[in-house]
């Protein structure tokens, strides 16, 4: 009887165990309204073992979540999912479109002991509870998307909302984040916002504030780039943060029928019934004398032209050695002939040493004789040294 005791109570463990981590987590949502999923980080941190447990200290583990479909890399096409940080609760948000099912796996990784933990989220999309033929989309610029999904931020909007519309059968549609329709990444400075877009549905039609936003002045204001003004009840926030922008706030209309566009008018490059197929006639031959000389002939002749006209400056505007020597004083014709003379004296003495002091160190000398020539004497420093031999030294210029 002990031995029955004891495999009954194993028995029972295992069958527990294998009930608890094969648990799914289940959430049910209908066709064409908002859904809303919020991973608590509170919930997981029980799953993972925290350090010195036996002291009975809780910790705040910060928590990274991954979401995929089963099976998938991915998510499904209506479902998004975000998390800001890692000590922020993550939400997975979208509107189904169908019926069926979705099973969702969720990955925790504790970003402290860096262990993970795998759940996974069963998602029912049922049949549509309810018609929402009318639906308007309001802007909320000072919001971003993961302040807006908790249930009680949602409520806030949803209450005021219902103040508008003077109706309490308004459900939420969707909720989108700017950046997801276009918007810029706003500055990581405070007072800039993301902004998101609210769309709520309600089988009541619009109230007449709200029906404002389809009149011909209202478009105006907003096309004039200023703030459109909505007077009465329609100014109605109890939170600032949740005030919409009314020039991008719209209505739409589903209880109109949809008409469908016109079916295709039947045309040559059509078939009828038993007809017989005539191929087009080839094209008319085409000239491309025009098109060669416009891109051939034309840049080749204003490329020979700008050749000739740079050869005219470069070879035929030269003035010559003689007529640039008559035009030059003779002080600084002398000067050129002198440092030329320097420099193929100093050539020549660096291939041997021992030669007496080249002629250029001298006060002043002929370049012909070699004779020096007596200091000029005068009283004024200003006068260079050149300047007074011009007149000792006229008769021997160099001319070619």
Sequence with gaps: MADWTGWRFILTVCVTSVLVVKADIKAYTPVGQLFVFELQREAFQNEFEPFLKHYGRVYNDPMLFKCNMQSFPDLPGWLRFTQRHHYDNGF????????????IEITVTNKRSYDTFRDRLIITIDPPAKRMPYQ????????EIEKVLPSTVQEEIRQDMMRMWKTDRLDFVNITSALDRGGRVPLPLAGHYEGVYVKVGSDQYFSECL??????????????????????DCKVCS????????????????????????????????????????PPESPPPRDF??????????????????????????????????????KTPDIQLYHHHTIHGNTSELRSMAGCRGVPPPLSTLSMFNARTGETAPP?????????????????????????
């Design 92 to 103: 997975l948000y979208g509107t189904p479109l169908a019926q069926g099912k979705s099973m």
């Design 376 to 400: 000029f004497q005068t009283d004024s420093p200003s006068i260079p040294l050149i300047l007074a031999q011009q007149e000792i030294n006229t008769d021997t210029l160099p001319r070619k």
């Design 211 to 232: 029906l404002r936003l389809q009149t011909a002045e209202h478009r105006r204001q907003c096309e004039a780039g200023g703030r459109a003004k909505i007077p009465g």
């Design 136 to 143: 308007a989309e309001f802007f909320i610029p000072l919001r």
């Design 239 to 278: 939170y600032p943060g949740n005030c919409v922008t009314w020039c991008k706030s719209t209505l739409i209309d589903l209880s109109r029928p949809v008409i469908p566009p016109p079916a295709p008018t039947m045309g040559p490059g059509i078939l009828d019934a038993g007809g017989v197929y005539d």
């Design 289 to 326: 004398l025009p098109d060669y000389i416009v891109t051939v002939i034309v840049p080749l002749a204003l490329a020979i032209i700008l050749c000739l006209l740079l050869a005219y400056i470069m070879c035929c505007r030269r003035e010559g050695v003689e007529r640039r020597d008559g």
